[in-house]
């Protein structure tokens, strides 16, 4: 009872606080009265890779419509955690939103795509979440969840740091303590390729860091430098162990209550916004440019052997995951 009052007052306030908001962002100037408000709230504000893009797809959405739509962007404020800007997006308190890290948990769909190596590279994605698979997932969440895909995106390939050593092949993870998202493909990867995992939470990584609880974690580079990930680790290990989607969506009835010529421009700026992430994420997560960012603020960067990695993953690691997402299993590694 007490967990339900709760839940009841907390969208009793988010829906006061985007009335009181009033759309008073860049974007809103140019909304003509009478616009149709779509909130955006997004976990973080710019300089994060996709707060840049989604605080743009909202200014570009409001002035390309010609004002009939008022978009407009909560960076880290109207609300702050994953699942709830989720569950504001499904009960139609917001218009857009994603799940951030937490796609897995939110969903279950998305989990195959995290075990380790199983992606490729960034053309092994693209070619999926903009193909079929993309489609048969925007299908989906449309019936199951009432959300309709704006696009898939990512941070990038995650990578080892920690304050210890260079970990250049799996050996080097031996005895050390690797704190890990909370999930179980994630404990799996970690365990599996030769440290201790460690499931945490991302608000005390940086203390437990600081105080020896944990030795490292693992990020993608363009987290490493805005988390700041440096202040408390020597060395980032280039390994490229686990990729991991996420996902826009917006509230279904919305988007169904949008025009044809409205729903054509989302779509299409949406598109747009995909394509900065994107190249802000790649065109940070290889080795020269991970030394040029990293190296100044005090890291080491090594470019791991991939290779031996892999090995251990595919013998390890794969067979269970392999046997839960048969179907899925051999469209991913059949996409070209």
Not at 201 to 214: D, R, S
Not at 277 to 292: C, G, M, P
């Amino acid at each position: 009872m007490r967990g339900r009052l709760f839940g009841a007052v907390a969208v009793l306030l988010l829906v006061v606080t985007v009335a009181l908001s009033g759309g008073h962002s860049p974007a809103s100037g140019q909304a003509k009265p009478g616009a149709k408000k779509l909130d955006f709230p997004h976990i973080t504000a710019p300089p994060e890779s996709s707060a840049v893009a989604f605080k743009w797809m909202c200014e570009e959405l409001t002035k390309r419509s010609g004002g009939s739509l008022n978009v407009v962007f909560h960076g880290a404020t109207l609300l702050t955690k994953e699942l709830e800007v989720m569950d504001a997006v499904k009960s139609g308190n917001v218009a857009f939103g994603n799940p951030g890290g937490a796609a897995c948990t939110v969903f279950p769909e998305m989990c195959v795509f995290l075990t380790p190596f199983l992606v490729r590279d960034y053309n092994h994605a693209y070619a999926m979440f903009n193909g079929e698979i993309g489609r048969n997932l925007d299908e989906t969440f449309q019936k199951k969840y009432k959300l309709k895909v704006m696009f898939f995106y990512d941070y990038g390939f995650r990578h080892f740091w920690n304050n210890r050593r260079p970990i250049n092949t799996p050996t080097d993870l031996k005895g050390l303590k690797m704190r890990v998202q909370q999930g179980r493909v994630f404990a799996d990867t970690v365990n599996g390729l030769g440290a201790s995992a460690v499931p945490m939470p991302w608000g005390e990584v940086i203390p437990a860091a600081q105080q020896g609880v944990i030795d490292g974690a693992d990020l993608p580079i363009v987290n490493i430098n805005a988390l700041k990930a440096y202040e408390v680790a020597k060395y980032a290990s280039l390994t490229y162990h686990n990729y991991g989607p996420t996902v826009l969506t917006m509230n279904l009835d919305i988007w169904r209550g949008l025009t044809p010529e409205q729903q054509k421009l989302v779509s299409d700026v949406g598109r747009e916004a995909q394509a900065k992430i994107r190249e802000l994420t790649e065109s940070v997560d290889n080795f020269q440019k991970a030394k040029e960012i990293l190296e100044p603020k005090g890291m080491k960067v090594n470019q791991a052997d991939v290779a031996s990695f892999r090995k251990i993953a595919e013998e390890k690691i794969w067979p269970p995951y392999r046997q839960q997402y048969a179907e899925m299993w051999d469209k991913i590694v059949n996409t070209r």
